[in-house]
């Protein structure tokens, strides 16, 4: 069983930035699960999406792997030759966990797994690229040229799968999926004082963009064609193709 996440079950005097040190790794499974609607089916469409996009001698990269829970699936899922996955994560807690965690299953395809700034990492030879729930912890400024950077890396009908939390620009839609997920968090045992104090350190980290947004900065990275494949209140994931060659 993962360790529960009670980090913010008791006032906190002074609540400051998010950060995904070490209290956060060790809670991160059952904090991830209780949080975001969906997450698990995402992680497994992963799967799907990797039997089908992956190329015989080809990288795939796992940015802001956490964890690596998507990089699991995608190594269950690889079934051509030749590939290497590379994740990467600037949280030395998580990378640290994450290695334990890759190790503990035996795969032919090998894992790289790299503490660095993912801004920092060079995109060669790729069939699919992985930002699940990383893009929205990014400086805004900084969002396009990482964007850009996976296009330049990725091979003639590769795929980048992109999962954020969304904001909207229809502000009663947005409320009501806003409080949906408030709802959810409630039945998954977390208290208000916890989905406030939380919400009070994400604030400043985690700024959000509506999907318009996404597609926009997208084309604007190259990709002519995305579309959002999966949705769950107000979270979801696109997948954006490289010169429209749909595997």
């Known amino acids: ?36 609607p969906g997450y698990s089916n995402i992680i497994s469409m992963i799967g799907m999406l990797t039997e089908r996009f992956v190329q015989p001698g080809s990288q795939v990269y796992d940015l802001g792997c956490s964890l ?8 269950r899922n690889i079934n051509v030759a030749g590939c290497k996955i590379i ?8 990378v640290e966990r994450c290695r334990r965690h890759i190790d503990a299953f035996r795969a032919e395809t090998p894992v790289e797994i790299i503490e660095a700034d993912i801004l920092d990492i060079h995109i060669e030879n790729a069939s699919m690229v992985v ?31 992109l999962s954020e939390k969304f904001s909207f620009e229809d502000e009663n839609v947005g409320e009501l999926l806003f409080n949906m997920h408030h709802d959810f968090k409630r039945a998954n045992g977390y208290s208000e ?47 954006a193709l490289k010169s429209g060659e749909i595997a």
């Not at 690596?68 to 190594?75: E, K, P, W």
């Not at 994740?87 to 998580?94: E, F, K, L, Q």
């Not at 597609?215 to 107000?234: D, I, M, S, Y």
Request: aromatic share 10%; net charge neutral.
């Open 131 to 161: 930002l699940n729930f990383t893009l929205q912890f990014l400086e805004p400024a900084d969002r396009l040229r990482l964007l850009s950077q996976v296009y330049q890396g990725l091979l003639p009908g590769g795929a980048l799968v």
């Open 68 to 75: 690596g829970a998507a990089t699991l699936s995608i190594r």
């Open 87 to 94: 994740a990467v994560d600037n949280s030395p807690a998580m």
């Open 193 to 239: 004082l916890e989905i406030s104090q939380k919400r009070s350190m994400l604030e400043h980290v985690m700024l959000t963009d509506s999907v318009a947004t996404h597609k926009a900065r997208l084309n604007q990275a190259g990709f002519k064609h995305a579309e959002v494949w999966f949705q769950c209140f107000n979270f979801g994931s696109l997948i």
């Open 1 to 36: 069983m993962p360790n529960r996440d009670t980090l913010f079950s008791a006032p906190i005097a002074k609540l400051g930035d998010w950060t995904f040190d070490e209290r956060v790794a060790e809670v991160f499974p059952d904090m991830i699960q209780r949080s975001v």
